[in-house]
Protein backbone atom coordinates (compact mmCIF):
# COMPACT_ATOMS: atom_id res chain seq x y z
CA UNK A 1 0.00 0.00 0.00
CA UNK A 2 1.49 3.56 -0.86
CA UNK A 3 2.22 5.96 1.72
CA UNK A 4 0.44 8.93 1.74
CA UNK A 5 3.65 10.91 0.96
CA UNK A 6 3.92 9.19 -2.52
CA UNK A 7 0.35 9.38 -3.12
CA UNK A 8 0.32 13.71 -2.38
CA UNK A 9 4.13 13.51 -4.10
CA UNK A 10 1.69 11.74 -7.78
CA UNK A 11 -1.11 14.31 -6.88
CA UNK A 12 1.15 17.14 -7.11
CA UNK A 13 3.31 15.72 -10.45
CA UNK A 14 0.19 15.38 -11.92
CA UNK A 15 -1.31 19.01 -11.38
CA UNK A 16 2.45 20.33 -12.28
CA UNK A 17 2.21 17.88 -15.52
CA UNK A 18 -1.49 19.36 -16.49
CA UNK A 19 -0.54 23.40 -16.06
CA UNK A 20 2.71 22.77 -18.26
CA UNK A 21 1.07 20.97 -21.32
CA UNK A 22 -1.55 23.53 -20.60
CA UNK A 23 1.22 26.72 -20.90
CA UNK A 24 2.64 25.45 -24.20
CA UNK A 25 -1.07 24.87 -26.10
CA UNK A 26 -1.98 28.11 -24.84
CA UNK A 27 1.83 29.43 -26.02
CA UNK A 28 1.44 28.47 -29.20
CA UNK A 29 -2.51 29.74 -29.49
CA UNK A 30 -1.24 33.04 -28.68
CA UNK A 31 2.17 32.63 -31.32
CA UNK A 32 -0.96 31.57 -33.96
CA UNK A 33 -3.08 34.12 -33.52
CA UNK A 34 -0.33 37.10 -33.13
CA UNK A 35 1.14 35.79 -36.27
CA UNK A 36 -2.32 35.91 -38.22
CA UNK A 37 -3.08 39.08 -36.78
CA UNK A 38 0.08 40.59 -37.47
CA UNK A 39 1.34 41.27 -34.22
CA UNK A 40 5.27 39.91 -35.03
CA UNK A 41 7.15 39.32 -38.56
CA UNK A 42 8.94 36.07 -39.12
CA UNK A 43 11.92 37.39 -40.74
CA UNK A 44 13.66 34.21 -41.80
CA UNK A 45 10.77 33.29 -44.19
CA UNK A 46 12.22 34.27 -47.85
CA UNK A 47 10.75 37.08 -49.98
CA UNK A 48 10.97 37.23 -53.85
CA UNK A 49 10.12 40.78 -55.38
CA UNK A 50 9.68 40.66 -59.15
CA UNK A 51 13.52 41.58 -59.98
CA UNK A 52 14.32 38.47 -57.63
CA UNK A 53 11.60 36.47 -59.10
CA UNK A 54 13.45 32.69 -61.01
CA UNK A 55 13.18 33.00 -64.70
CA UNK A 56 12.44 30.50 -66.15
CA UNK A 57 10.11 28.68 -63.24
CA UNK A 58 11.07 24.87 -63.22
CA UNK A 59 7.35 23.57 -64.13
CA UNK A 60 6.90 23.08 -67.36
CA UNK A 61 3.37 24.15 -67.52
CA UNK A 62 3.45 27.43 -65.49
CA UNK A 63 2.19 30.79 -66.41
CA UNK A 64 4.69 33.99 -65.07
CA UNK A 65 2.19 36.74 -64.34
CA UNK A 66 4.98 39.06 -62.79
CA UNK A 67 2.64 41.46 -60.81
CA UNK A 68 -0.53 43.38 -61.89
CA UNK A 69 1.64 46.54 -62.44
CA UNK A 70 4.96 44.72 -64.61
CA UNK A 71 5.24 41.85 -67.28
CA UNK A 72 8.11 39.80 -68.33
CA UNK A 73 9.46 40.75 -72.03
CA UNK A 74 12.27 39.02 -73.79
CA UNK A 75 14.42 40.79 -76.30
CA UNK A 76 15.72 38.99 -79.14
CA UNK A 77 19.65 39.40 -79.52
CA UNK A 78 21.34 36.60 -81.18
CA UNK A 79 18.93 36.21 -84.52
CA UNK A 80 18.95 37.41 -88.21
CA UNK A 81 19.68 41.08 -88.81
CA UNK A 82 17.40 43.56 -91.12
CA UNK A 83 18.04 41.58 -94.04
CA UNK A 84 17.25 38.08 -92.67
CA UNK A 85 21.05 37.15 -92.71
CA UNK A 86 22.31 34.99 -90.47
CA UNK A 87 21.07 32.45 -88.40
CA UNK A 88 16.92 33.29 -87.96
CA UNK A 89 14.98 33.05 -84.04
CA UNK A 90 11.40 31.75 -85.19
CA UNK A 91 8.19 32.14 -83.40
CA UNK A 92 6.92 28.13 -83.40
CA UNK A 93 3.43 27.01 -83.06
CA UNK A 94 4.44 24.48 -80.21
CA UNK A 95 7.38 24.67 -77.56
CA UNK A 96 9.78 22.49 -79.18
CA UNK A 97 12.07 22.86 -82.36
CA UNK A 98 9.99 20.05 -83.63
CA UNK A 99 7.06 22.60 -84.06
CA UNK A 100 6.80 24.34 -87.26
CA UNK A 101 8.31 27.63 -87.48
CA UNK A 102 5.58 30.35 -88.19
CA UNK A 103 7.91 33.84 -88.56
CA UNK A 104 10.99 34.34 -88.22
CA UNK A 105 11.70 37.07 -86.12
CA UNK A 106 14.94 39.60 -86.09
CA UNK A 107 17.31 40.89 -83.61
CA UNK A 108 16.14 43.79 -81.63
CA UNK A 109 12.83 42.89 -81.75
CA UNK A 110 10.65 42.82 -78.01
CA UNK A 111 7.96 40.52 -77.13
CA UNK A 112 5.37 40.20 -74.07
CA UNK A 113 5.73 36.94 -72.27
CA UNK A 114 2.68 34.75 -71.07
CA UNK A 115 4.31 31.94 -69.80
CA UNK A 116 7.68 29.85 -70.02
CA UNK A 117 7.68 26.49 -70.40
CA UNK A 118 10.78 23.55 -69.89
CA UNK A 119 11.07 21.11 -72.41
CA UNK A 120 14.26 18.45 -71.69
CA UNK A 121 16.10 20.76 -70.01
CA UNK A 122 15.26 23.62 -72.44
CA UNK A 123 13.25 26.63 -71.54
CA UNK A 124 10.85 27.80 -74.15
CA UNK A 125 8.17 31.77 -73.94
CA UNK A 126 5.16 31.64 -74.81
CA UNK A 127 4.59 34.83 -76.49
CA UNK A 128 1.33 37.15 -75.91
CA UNK A 129 -0.34 39.84 -78.21
CA UNK A 130 -2.75 41.21 -75.63
CA UNK A 131 -2.36 44.87 -77.42
CA UNK A 132 -5.61 46.04 -80.35
CA UNK A 133 -4.24 44.41 -83.12
CA UNK A 134 -5.33 45.75 -86.63
CA UNK A 135 -5.60 42.57 -88.24
CA UNK A 136 -5.86 40.26 -85.09
CA UNK A 137 -6.44 36.96 -87.52
CA UNK A 138 -2.94 37.02 -88.73
CA UNK A 139 -2.27 35.75 -85.49
CA UNK A 140 -3.61 32.18 -85.96
CA UNK A 141 -1.30 29.93 -83.17
CA UNK A 142 0.18 29.83 -80.12
CA UNK A 143 3.63 31.68 -80.48
CA UNK A 144 6.79 30.64 -78.63
CA UNK A 145 10.47 31.67 -78.98
CA UNK A 146 13.50 29.85 -78.04
CA UNK A 147 15.48 31.12 -74.87
CA UNK A 148 18.77 30.30 -76.71
CA UNK A 149 17.74 33.47 -78.80
CA UNK A 150 16.88 35.99 -76.08
CA UNK A 151 17.29 37.96 -72.90
CA UNK A 152 14.39 38.34 -70.37
CA UNK A 153 13.75 41.24 -68.34
CA UNK A 154 10.88 42.50 -66.34
CA UNK A 155 9.03 45.82 -67.26
CA UNK A 156 6.08 48.19 -66.23
CA UNK A 157 4.87 47.67 -69.79
CA UNK A 158 2.62 50.68 -70.93
CA UNK A 159 2.70 53.53 -69.08
CA UNK A 160 0.70 56.62 -70.01
CA UNK A 161 -0.57 60.02 -68.81
CA UNK A 162 -2.02 62.65 -70.77
CA UNK A 163 -1.12 65.87 -70.11
CA UNK A 164 2.08 64.69 -68.16
CA UNK A 165 4.39 68.12 -66.79
CA UNK A 166 8.21 67.93 -67.56
CA UNK A 167 9.62 66.20 -64.42
CA UNK A 168 12.96 67.73 -65.03
CA UNK A 169 15.09 69.80 -67.79
CA UNK A 170 15.32 66.80 -70.22
CA UNK A 171 13.87 67.25 -74.30
CA UNK A 172 14.11 65.28 -77.38
CA UNK A 173 15.06 67.90 -80.46
CA UNK A 174 14.07 66.08 -83.70
CA UNK A 175 15.85 67.59 -87.08
CA UNK A 176 14.06 66.61 -90.56
CA UNK A 177 16.33 68.72 -92.48
CA UNK A 178 19.52 66.39 -91.28
CA UNK A 179 17.30 63.35 -89.65
CA UNK A 180 19.25 63.68 -86.71
CA UNK A 181 17.75 63.23 -82.80
CA UNK A 182 19.50 64.78 -80.01
CA UNK A 183 18.56 64.48 -76.50
CA UNK A 184 19.28 66.72 -73.83
CA UNK A 185 19.34 66.70 -70.21
CA UNK A 186 19.51 70.48 -69.54
CA UNK A 187 22.89 71.91 -71.41
CA UNK A 188 24.14 68.53 -71.35
CA UNK A 189 23.91 66.24 -74.39
CA UNK A 190 22.58 63.15 -73.78
CA UNK A 191 22.42 61.32 -77.21
CA UNK A 192 23.23 62.19 -81.32
CA UNK A 193 21.82 59.78 -83.01
CA UNK A 194 21.16 59.48 -87.14
CA UNK A 195 17.02 58.68 -86.99
CA UNK A 196 14.45 58.31 -90.46
CA UNK A 197 11.32 60.39 -89.98
CA UNK A 198 8.42 59.68 -92.27
CA UNK A 199 8.46 60.12 -96.25
CA UNK A 200 6.74 62.96 -98.02
CA UNK A 201 3.28 61.53 -98.20
CA UNK A 202 3.32 60.86 -94.53
CA UNK A 203 5.90 63.12 -92.98
CA UNK A 204 6.99 63.53 -89.12
CA UNK A 205 4.63 66.27 -87.62
CA UNK A 206 6.17 69.74 -87.04
CA UNK A 207 5.87 71.42 -83.58
CA UNK A 208 5.79 70.76 -80.24
CA UNK A 209 4.85 67.67 -77.87
CA UNK A 210 5.56 65.48 -74.97
CA UNK A 211 5.43 62.38 -74.41
CA UNK A 212 2.46 60.60 -72.75
CA UNK A 213 2.73 56.88 -73.33
CA UNK A 214 5.76 54.40 -73.11
CA UNK A 215 5.68 50.92 -73.91
CA UNK A 216 8.43 48.14 -74.22
CA UNK A 217 6.84 46.94 -77.51
CA UNK A 218 3.47 47.23 -79.89
CA UNK A 219 2.63 45.14 -83.22
CA UNK A 220 2.83 47.35 -86.25
CA UNK A 221 0.40 46.03 -88.82
CA UNK A 222 -0.55 47.58 -92.45
CA UNK A 223 -2.13 49.09 -94.62
CA UNK A 224 -3.06 51.87 -92.36
CA UNK A 225 -6.20 53.37 -94.08
CA UNK A 226 -5.40 56.76 -95.34
CA UNK A 227 -2.02 56.42 -94.79
CA UNK A 228 -0.34 53.82 -96.64
CA UNK A 229 -1.23 50.78 -98.83
CA UNK A 230 1.52 48.66 -97.81
CA UNK A 231 1.01 45.41 -96.47
CA UNK A 232 3.27 44.72 -93.46
CA UNK A 233 3.78 42.65 -90.59
CA UNK A 234 5.81 43.65 -87.50
CA UNK A 235 5.75 41.88 -84.03
CA UNK A 236 7.53 43.42 -81.19
CA UNK A 237 8.51 46.77 -82.64
CA UNK A 238 11.03 48.22 -79.53
CA UNK A 239 11.11 50.80 -77.20
CA UNK A 240 7.87 53.13 -78.05
CA UNK A 241 7.90 56.78 -76.87
CA UNK A 242 4.46 58.47 -78.13
CA UNK A 243 4.12 61.95 -78.35
CA UNK A 244 1.01 62.46 -80.48
CA UNK A 245 -1.89 60.64 -80.06
CA UNK A 246 -1.86 60.41 -83.87
CA UNK A 247 0.30 57.98 -83.33
CA UNK A 248 3.64 59.40 -84.15
CA UNK A 249 6.12 57.35 -81.78
CA UNK A 250 9.96 57.14 -81.25
CA UNK A 251 10.63 53.39 -81.63
CA UNK A 252 13.19 51.19 -82.65
CA UNK A 253 13.64 49.53 -85.78
CA UNK A 254 14.56 46.24 -86.85
CA UNK A 255 13.32 45.67 -90.03
CA UNK A 256 16.14 48.42 -91.82
CA UNK A 257 19.02 49.78 -91.52
CA UNK A 258 18.55 53.02 -93.04
CA UNK A 259 18.92 55.70 -91.08
CA UNK A 260 19.93 59.07 -91.96
CA UNK A 261 17.26 59.37 -94.69
CA UNK A 262 13.54 59.47 -94.01
CA UNK A 263 11.62 56.05 -94.27
CA UNK A 264 8.80 55.61 -91.82
CA UNK A 265 4.63 56.20 -92.21
CA UNK A 266 5.28 58.93 -89.33
CA UNK A 267 7.19 57.72 -87.12
CA UNK A 268 10.76 58.14 -85.61
CA UNK A 269 13.33 55.50 -86.43
CA UNK A 270 16.35 54.90 -84.32
CA UNK A 271 18.90 51.68 -84.37
CA UNK A 272 17.19 49.52 -81.68
CA UNK A 273 19.91 49.71 -79.57
CA UNK A 274 19.79 53.70 -79.48
CA UNK A 275 15.86 53.41 -78.94
CA UNK A 276 16.59 51.37 -76.21
CA UNK A 277 18.92 54.05 -74.31
CA UNK A 278 16.56 56.72 -74.85
CA UNK A 279 13.42 54.48 -73.47
CA UNK A 280 15.08 54.03 -70.37
CA UNK A 281 16.26 58.00 -70.20
CA UNK A 282 13.10 59.90 -70.94
CA UNK A 283 10.28 60.46 -68.82
CA UNK A 284 6.59 60.47 -69.15
CA UNK A 285 6.28 64.67 -69.95
CA UNK A 286 9.98 65.00 -71.67
CA UNK A 287 9.53 67.87 -74.08
CA UNK A 288 9.73 66.93 -77.76
CA UNK A 289 10.64 69.05 -80.28
CA UNK A 290 10.42 68.16 -84.19
CA UNK A 291 12.01 71.05 -85.89
CA UNK A 292 12.19 71.12 -89.77
Same mark, same amino acid.
Given at each position: MRSKYSSSFFRLSYLFGTLFFASILWSFGFLTSAYQTGYFQIDFLPTFTAEALPSPPESP?????? &???????????? &?CN???EGSCAHLRSGPGAEFPAIVKIRSGAVLKVDSVHIIEGAAWYRIQFDEWLRYPERVSSELYVSAAYVRPFIDL #??????????????????? +?????? +?????????MEEFISTGVELTP??? #??????????? +???????????????????????????????????????? #?????? &??GCVNLPPEM?? +???????? #????????
Open positions: QTDVHI &SSTTAQYVEILD &STRF #GIVAQKDALPKNAKRIVID +RSDQML +RAYDGDTLYTPL #GHFRIYQKTPT +RYMQGPIPNISDKTFDLPGVPWNLYFTSEGAVIHGAYWHD #GFGKPH &SNAK +RLYQWADI #GTHVYVNE
